[in-house]
Each structure stands twice: as C-alpha cells, then as structure tokens.
C-alpha cells in the first residue's frame, strides 16, 4: 500500500521569499515521486519527478526537490516565489511494481498563495 | 500540438439522465486514466487502460464505465447519475503504463448532478 500527506493545506508566501511545500510519503515498494502544479481552471502539470536517481531534483521554473528516504519525505522548494507560482500543488507518490498499472496516489494538495 | 481533450468541460444534468465525457490523446500514449477531484481528498483514480480493449478498476469505480475500443479514445460513462458524482474530473495519458511515465493531463470536466 502506499499513501502520500501533504502536511499543509494552505501556505503564504511573500513574493521573492522562499517556498517549501512538504510531503511525506509511505511506500511498501521503492517509490517514484511527483510533483504536480495545478493552476486556476486548469489540468496538472508536472513540475519534477524522483525515479531512483539523483536524490536533489531539479523541475521546471525553478523548482526543486530533495528525497530523503531515512525521513520518508519529498519536500518542494523554491528560492524565490514569483507571482504566477500561486496554485495548488500535489505531491504525487508511485510503486516501482509493474503490475500497479501506474496507479498513482495522490496528496490532498497544497494551495500556495503569493502575497505581493 | 500534444494534448489531452475532453469534452464537455462544463456538464450540469439531472440524477439518472445517462451521460457520456469523452477524452482524446493525440501522443500515442497506450496508458489512460480518469480521476475524480474533490476537495480535500486530491485526485482518486476511477479507471484506467495499458491499452486498446484493456481496462481496469481504480480506487472508485462504483457508478462509472468505461471502454477503449481504440488507442486515442477513452471515454467516461455514468449509466446513472448521482448527486455524488457532482465532481470535477480528469483525463490523463501516458507513453505506457509503469511509475516512471509522465501522465499528461486533459484540462478537467465539471459535472453537477442535481
């Protein structure tokens, strides 16, 4: 079984201080983990995946995150938040079993503000 | 330009009327999915397809259908309606099924049932 808690439902930010959105995830398997970006009447988009290689990685607009398998965690950060980064965000959590189908577990989502 | 594309992307119907969402991939992706979005829960898988005339049950399939008679479509049937189902919803594909596969995302379909 695996699961994923997204352990804020709502972050403030200042425009130009820094994000950190947190996961911590649960996996019976090695995991695979995401981060989608959801913005105002749109579909999700993939900020950055973790598959078994570097442990830091690094997404898209400046994203980046950090897997921590000894904290069960897979923490979104980002040096400076900019206005359009205001949006819900989704960690994202997927067994490395090949029967699961690509059955993907979801986070109840974090809404991200950015105050100017 | 790759998409995913569903349709309708606003429905409000009445409990029973029987409806179809229709979802289409341009990318060739073998692997599809439908998730229901509903605040605080995140997005819950309902069904998915490995491929043409493959489909299987996700975490909450009661009350929906679903078929892939061919690679780029995957629609989503409600025989019948309910309050319940009142939802947002989401398409998504990938190149194939597997954890380290992207999965591309339609722009979500909001369904009121009254």
């Known amino acids: 079984a695996q699961s994923v808690t997204q352990l804020d439902s709502h972050v403030s930010v200042s425009e130009g201080t820094p994000v950190l959105l947190r996961c911590n995830y649960s996996?019976?398997?090695?995991?695979?983990l995401f981060w989608y970006v959801q913005h105002p009447n749109k579909g999700l988009q993939l900020l950055l995946k973790?598959?078994?290689?570097?442990?830091l990685v690094k997404g898209i607009n400046g994203f980046e995150a950090e897997f921590k398998k000894s904290e069960t965690s897979f923490h979104l950060t980002k040096p400076s938040a900019h206005m359009s980064d205001a949006a819900e965000y989704f960690c994202?959590?997927?067994?490395?079993?090949?029967?699961?189908?690509?059955?993907?577990?979801f986070g109840e989502g974090t809404q991200l503000t950015v105050n100017p | 330009e790759a998409q995913v594309t569903q349709n309708p992307r606003y429905l409000i119907t009445v409990t029973g009327k029987k409806l179809t969402v229709t979802c289409s991939q341009n990318?060739?992706?073998?692997?599809m999915s439908w998730y229901r979005q509903d605040p605080g829960l995140g997005l819950r898988q309902i069904y998915y397809?490995?491929?043409?005339?493959?489909?299987d049950k996700g975490d909450v399939p009661e009350g929906y259908k679903v078929s892939r008679k061919e690679k780029r479509n995957f629609p989503l049937i409600l025989e019948s309606p309910s309050p319940n189902q009142t939802s947002l919803y989401f398409c998504?594909?990938?190149?194939?099924?597997?954890?380290?596969?992207?999965?591309?995302f339609g722009p979500g379909t909001r369904l009121t049932v009254l």
């Open positions: 998504a594909s990938s190149f194939r099924h597997g954890p380290y596969n992207e999965q591309f």
């Open positions: 996996s019976s398997y090695s995991p695979s």
């Open positions: 973790y598959t078994s290689a570097a442990t």
């Open positions: 994202v959590v997927s067994d490395r079993r090949e029967t699961s189908g690509s059955r993907l577990t």
């Open positions: 990318m060739n992706h073998e692997y």
């Open positions: 397809s490995m491929n043409v005339e493959v489909t």
